[in-house]
């Protein structure tokens, strides 16, 4: 067991019965901090310094070759605590990129519900694909509550494109020219 | 030559109110800046006038320093719906705002805030009204501002500003006493037999010219200080406010301008507060202790003496600012007994004291 040490309490001096030095410390104090920089952020002109690890506001991203990275696995709408993700599964459009059509597939639509989000990040953990990400965004608004959920246009538009260190569908399509498409 | 003689007290008067109000306004504005530095903050500075806010560089430091910012304030409290409580007595809940500004308006008829010569070579107050016993004048007609504070408490008819009221009637007794022994001494010093001044605090002024008298009294300034602390109701001493536990003490039912008023009264009395300390102790527009009077007699020494005045008016308001953000509000208990049994037995042993001096030196230098 620790020791405990008994501190001796001196019985106040006359001058600090006053308290007036006590008072002038005090404002020495103040005027000190007067004379500093303020610590105030002027928000909307200023903004605070997100960190890298910042859970926002949850986004789709594309890899730098401009595909979508999802694939509609729905894993993330399984995984979302309050259900704020709503998946419809589709095909890709054969049209526009013939060699991933009918090998992946792409969501239809691809809701989040901001009212009902908590971010948790659970959807960006469980991404096999790294396709969702909680990024830099913390402040949205909106009137109505169809303006809080966030359509796929608008979680592309938000997401933008991360760098990927994988570039999977580049690798399969090198390995498939290779011969060795498994 | 009548009119004019008629006409020109009256310009004189409203110009003094005028500036008097904009000081009132400004110091809330020095409040409202102070003490967001003392915190760590910026203050107001959006506030922005047309035309004179968009001159290129001086119109952004204005703005950044808030001087807009007492218009905004006081058309906010001009523009506010006017609501009025269903359980309050209206007739004395309207009154009591007047009552709480009129005396802190008052008093600045007697105040003395700079010095001219005149023709025939004598220095002359610049002051209102030049009265014998300018310093009872001030401390009768400055304690009526207590009776806004309990007639606002007591027509509010709810038990919060009533507190407010009690408490603050309770204080302004206490340290009235503690304040008028305070200052007899100096008095006693200043004006001695056969002096010319009385009681006027232009014959204070002109007594410290080789010595101000928180030199020469520093006990006497000390309880007078905190006792005008107290009786202009600023932090430590704001029993009549008391937010924390009052919720808004005596104002609690006001809203709007009448709100407003009590804000500018308290202002008001904190200016008032801090010209009389400068007056009583700090030496008025006397230089520095020692070099009395270096203005020249023309009306520029004039001006100077004046702005010398004023600028330690202006960091009294700022010691008033400085101490609110400082210090936490005193326990009523506290306030009580600091009240009664330290300041009072203090001033009156001081009081003694000096007149014992003052007899000593009588009878040694009669001789």
């Known amino acids: 067991m620790a020791k405990t040490k008994v501190l001796e309490r001196k019985p106040l001096t006359f001058a600090e019965k006053t308290f007036i030095p006590q008072i002038i410390g005090g404002l020495k104090t103040t005027f000190g901090t007067m004379l500093k920089k303020g610590v105030t952020l002027q928000y909307p002109e200023e903004r605070p310094v997100i960190p890298n690890n910042y859970r926002g506001v949850p986004t789709l991203v594309k890899d730098p070759n401009g595909r979508e990275k999802c694939v509609s696995c729905q894993l993330c709408e399984f995984v979302c605590p309050p259900k704020a993700i709503r998946i419809t599964p589709g095909e890709i459009d054969a049209e526009a990129e013939p060699d991933r059509a009918h090998v992946e597939k792409a969501p239809k639509e691809f809701d989040i519900n901001m009212l009902r989000c908590i971010y948790c990040g659970l959807c960006q953990e469980v991404c096999p694909e790294e396709a969702i990400f909680l990024q830099d965004i913390f402040s949205l608004s909106g009137y109505s509550r169809e303006e809080m959920v966030n359509n796929k246009a608008k979680l592309y538009e938000l997401g933008g494109t991360l760098p990927d260190k994988h570039l999977k569908w580049d690798k399969k399509k090198a390995a498939e020219s290779a011969g060795n498409a498994h | ?367």
């Open chain 2, 1 to 367: 030559m009548d009119i004019l003689a008629m006409l020109l007290p009256i310009a004189f008067s409203l110009t003094m109110i005028s500036v008097f109000m904009g000081l009132c306004s400004y110091s809330v504005l020095a409040e409202r800046k102070v003490s967001s530095w003392i915190q760590g903050r910026v203050g107001p500075n959006r506030t922005r006038i047309p035309l004179v806010g968009h001159i290129p560089i001086l119109g952004n430091l204005l703005t950044g320093l808030g001087i807009f910012q007492p218009a905004a304030d006081g058309l906010k409290f001009l523009f506010k719906e006017e609501i009025i409580p269903g359980h309050v007595k209206v007739g004395y809940y309207y009154l009591a705002p007047i009552i709480a500004l009129a005396p802190a308006l008052t008093t600045m008829v007697v105040l003395p805030f700079g010095r001219y010569v005149d023709p025939a070579g004598v220095v002359q107050p610049l002051v209102l009204a030049n009265i014998d016993v300018g310093i009872l004048f001030i401390l009768g007609v400055s304690s009526l501002g207590v009776y806004g504070i309990v007639l606002a408490g007591w027509s509010s008819n709810s038990k919060y500003p009533f507190l407010g009221a009690i408490r603050s009637s309770a204080q302004m007794i206490s340290y009235e006493l503690a304040m008028g022994l305070a200052i007899l001494p100096v008095f006693m010093w200043s004006s001695a037999p056969g002096s010319e001044y009385g009681l006027s605090l232009f014959g204070v002024v002109q007594s410290q010219q080789s010595l101000w008298l928180i030199i020469w009294q520093p006990l006497s300034a000390l309880i007078f200080l905190v006792a005008v602390f107290a009786e202009t109701n600023r932090l430590p001493f704001d029993m009549a406010e008391s937010e924390t536990d009052l919720v808004g003490g005596f104002h609690t039912e006001y809203g709007c301008f009448k709100f407003g008023l009590f804000f500018v009264a308290e202002y008001a009395h904190v200016i008032m507060g801090s010209a009389l300390f400068v007056c009583l102790f700090l030496g008025g527009w006397n230089f520095l202790p020692g070099i009395a009077d270096p203005w020249s007699d023309n009306v520029f020494g004039t001006v100077l003496s004046v702005l010398w005045f004023m600028s330690k008016v202006f960091f009294m308001i700022f010691f008033f600012i400085w101490v609110r953000w400082t210090l936490p509000r005193f326990r009523y208990d506290q306030v009580m007994s600091l009240g009664w049994k330290i300041l009072l037995p203090l001033a009156i042993g001081n009081l003694v004291f000096n007149t014992l001096i003052i007899a000593a030196y009588d009878h040694f230098t009669r001789n």
